[in-house]
């Protein structure tokens, strides 16, 4: 039987809404804000600024575009002549330069895979790529012959990086995805662009992950809100209200494909080679910054709610999960997470 996908599946997943969405405010007081928004990285983005009346907007949404698309001319694996995909087909053994932006990525891809012990891996694009998930390949179930060949060229142990100068090398023909670090990465870039011309109350979305500053045009924090995991995207599970921190979602319920009626999620366990298999449909992290938020509501999604749940308190880290049960959707969340809690 050919594996069906579902509707909203794969990069065009978030393509209306992320699993995060904005909560729109009816009383919002003072000057109109201004908004900012287009497509990147397969999915919308919105950027409002709370404090920029007099700014010239359209001059801003040309640099704006001008910005992402030079991110992603770095970060995509969608771009075949991308600095990542230069780099994936680049040899192993040799020392290859990079740019201080890919550095960044991949420094903070390291840290995040020690931290979370291989959990989040962005050396996964060999089995990302063989379950239908990447830029190459149709949804499918591989042989587990396929899968031994590919986790030959996973982990995140066969990539050195040089913190002198900016250049990397491969100890193993590994080939990398940045695609769960890199909508958080480029908000938390916009967000720098927006701080250095002045900004200071502002909140910039990517397909559902999050930056807020400051406060929004009402005068107080930024309200969001956690979609709940169902058919039809765009309802609340829980409201949160944040300001000055990033924040992600991770979530099996939209991007996934169906092969003999068992579902097959986008998000693989690097250990395995096989897609995550639990009870957990959305994991929500709160963090400094996106991109850490981001990597880490992966890293969890591919841990289970168990170790998430210790792990969260162990390490004093902001995570709200959404899991299935008999009784239906339970929510739950870590000490770090109240606070945020409408
Ligand atoms: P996200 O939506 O941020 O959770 O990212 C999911 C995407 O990251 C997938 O579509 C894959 O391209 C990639 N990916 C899947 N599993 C992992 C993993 N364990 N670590 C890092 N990236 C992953
Ligand atoms: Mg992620």
Redesign the pocket.
């Known amino acids: 039987m050919h594996p069906t996908r579902h509707i909203f599946a794969r990069r065009f997943a978030t393509a209306a809404l992320g699993l995060l969405f904005v909560l729109l405010t009816a009383c919002d007081r003072g000057p109109e804000p201004l908004k900012l928004s287009g497509f990147t990285m397969g999915t919308t983005y919105h950027v409002t600024v709370a404090d920029a009346e007099s700014a010239d907007a359209d001059a801003l949404q040309k640099e704006l575009d001008e910005l992402l698309i030079a991110f992603n001319e770095v970060a995509s694996t969608y771009i075949s002549d991308s600095e990542l995909n230069r780099l994936n087909r680049a040899s192993a053994d040799e020392w290859h330069p990079i740019s201080d932006t890919l550095f960044d990525m991949l420094f903070m891809s390291m840290e995040l895979s020690w931290l979370t012990s291989g959990?989040?891996?962005?050396t996964?694009a060999p089995l990302?790529n063989l379950w239908g998930?990447?830029p190459e390949g149709e949804p499918r179930v591989p042989a587990q012959e396929e899968l031994d060949e590919a986790l030959q060229r996973v982990g995140f142990q066969h990539m050195e990086i040089d913190f002198a100068d900016p250049k990397v090398r491969k100890t193993r023909d590994i080939t990398l995805?940045l695609?769960?670090?890199a909508?958080g990465y480029g908000v938390d870039l916009v967000a720098l662009w927006l701080e250095r011309k002045g900004y200071g109350n502002f909140m910039v979305e990517i397909g559902g992950e999050v930056v807020a500053r400051g406060s929004s045009p009402r005068g107080d924090a930024w309200r969001i809100g956690i979609e709940q995991p169902a058919e039809l995207p765009g309802s609340v599970n829980r409201a949160i209200r944040i300001s000055d921190v990033g924040v992600?979602t991770?979530g099996d319920y939209r991007?996934y494909f169906e092969a003999q009626g068992k579902r097959y999620s986008?998000?693989?366990?690097?250990v395995t080679g096989r897609p995550v298999e639990h009870s957990l449909v959305s994991v929500t992290v709160i963090s400094e910054t996106a991109a850490y938020a981001?990597a880490l509501?992966?890293?969890f999604?591919?841990m289970g709610p168990e170790k998430t749940r210790r792990f969260a308190e162990q390490h004093e880290i902001a995570v709200y999960l959404i899991e299935k049960t008999a009784d239906g959707l339970e929510s739950s969340h870590s000490s770090a997470f109240a606070n945020y809690l409408e």
């Open positions: 959990a989040f891996d962005v996964v990302v998930f990447g995805d695609s769960a670090i909508k992600a991770s991007n986008h998000i693989i366990n690097p981001d509501a992966t890293a999604t591919v």
